[in-house]
């Protein structure tokens, strides 16, 4: 049966569900969720096709069970770096701004190094493929 049952959060209208029938917008609980099974591997479809193809999530958290997208985070603030790099820019009139420079762009490549591609629901970054044994397993013990 590939009839997928579209459920709505009474709190906030979202179809974005995790396996337990949580919102992941704002973990509402919803009664029932119908999930479309995951597919075998196929021949890659042709390019025609894919625009009218249906997107299935792709990625499953095995801390939180949701199911779908990875989301690309970076650690650190963005506006603790402006104001490093805005400090350094204003100390440059004396000479320890040299320092703070040096500070800012140490920040700045530390940033750029921790990127990582994680949970929406709960930013882990273990999220595994659906299509892997390990993921298979723990969807098949999910749904009993």
């Known amino acids: 049966m590939n009839a997928v049952e579209k459920k709505s959060c009474p709190l906030c209208k979202s179809h974005n569900f995790d396996l337990a ?4 917008n704002c973990r509402g609980k ?5 999930r479309p099974p995951i597919p075998a591997y196929s021949a890659p479809v042709p390019s025609t096709l894919v625009a009218s193809a249906p997107i299935t999530p792709e990625y499953l958290c095995l801390k939180c069970g949701y199911l779908g997208f990875q989301k690309k985070y970076m650690k650190g603030s963005f506006q603790t770096e402006l104001l490093i790099w805005g ?5 440059l009139l004396i000479l320890v701004g040299v320092l703070i420079l040096i500070f800012a762009l140490g920040y700045s490549l530390w940033r750029l190094v921790n990127k990582y591609m994680g949970c929406p629901a709960c930013g882990e970054a273990g999220m595994i493929s659906v299509h892997s044994p390990v993921a298979r397993k723990f969807l098949a013990d999910m749904a009993k």
């Open 87 to 91: 400090l350094g820019l204003v100390g």
């Open 21 to 24: 029938g949580n919102c992941n």
């Open 30 to 34: 919803v009664k029932a969720v119908v």
